[in-house]
């Protein structure tokens, strides 16, 4: 094996283990501000909900890293009823002043998919806009189809990504923000290409915005 390939694959998996600590680190801090709060018996109900929520992330963090240990299975599903369940998981965890507005002409499109590992997918895609448009502003989402594909491009109005960045984004450890281990859009573009046969891609980005493109292969001709 080449030395630039293991180098590369000490840095994916040196990068996996850091942020399966920053994913794990959030909600168990939450848990364990929540036991203090309880030693306390201070509004036990309202605690006891907050705690099934972050009881609920680790769930989706455990498989989410367990999926890509293995071969995920794929499940016939709607790509549109899928992406609106995602955004409505992360609405309710985002902030206020970002909008995520789904658009498409499709009423419905099956594709084989893995729900946790496209959530994840999604969910790193946002993220960036939201850190390119500085937390404040929208981020749309727009499913449409081209040849046998259905796109879900992930659009921003931030400041963009330089040309010479552009050519690194999807290399594991690459990251333009300060903070963070450059491991989102490279495990996207895993989960993507090696485990839906799909691809991604830079649409464009410039001063005035980005746009990422997933391409899933759809199973039936869409339904307009």
Same mark, same amino acid.
């Given at each position: ?12 998996? =040196? ?19 929540? %036991?203090? $709060?309880?030693?306390?018996?201070i ?14 992330? $680790?769930?989706?963090? !455990? ?11 794929? &499940?016939?599903?709607? &790509?549109? =009823? ?14 206020k002043?970002?909008?995520?507005? $789904? ?24 993220? %960036? @806009? ?15 189809? #081209? ?11 931030? !400041?963009g990504? !330089? ?23 490279? $495990? @996207?573009?895993?989960?993507? #290409?090696?485990?839906?046969?799909g691809?991604?891609?830079?649409g464009y980005?410039? /001063?005035?915005?980005? /746009? ?13």
């Open positions: 094996m080449r030395l630039d390939k293991i180098s590369a694959q000490n840095l994916l998996w =040196a990068s996996m283990a850091k942020e399966t600590a920053h994913q794990i680190a959030t909600p168990l801090s939450a848990l364990m501000a929540w %036991n203090n $709060l309880l030693k306390e018996q509004n036990i109900h309202d605690i006891s909900k907050e705690i099934d929520r972050d009881l609920d992330r $680790l769930s989706i963090i !455990s498989n989410r890293f367990s999926s890509i240990g293995n071969s995920p299975s794929l &499940i016939e599903t709607d &790509i549109i =009823a899928a992406s609106e369940e995602g955004l409505d998981y992360l609405k309710e965890r985002m902030s002043s970002v909008n995520i507005r $789904l658009q498409t002409s499709l009423a419905a499109q099956s594709v084989l998919l893995n729900k946790p590992l496209y959530f994840w997918c999604l969910e790193n895609l946002i993220k %960036n @806009s939201i850190d390119a448009i500085k937390g404040k502003g929208e981020v749309l989402i727009n499913i449409k189809n #081209e040849r046998q594909y259905v796109v879900v491009s992930i659009q921003d109005k931030g !400041s990504i !330089s040309k010479k960045e552009q050519k690194n984004i999807f290399k594991p450890g690459f990251s333009t923000k300060k903070s963070g281990w450059g491991l989102g859009l490279s $495990l @996207s573009k895993r989960i993507v #290409e090696q485990y839906h046969n691809h991604i891609k830079l980005s410039h /001063e005035k915005g980005t /746009e990422i493109q997933m391409y899933l292969p759809f199973l039936k001709e869409p339904k307009k």
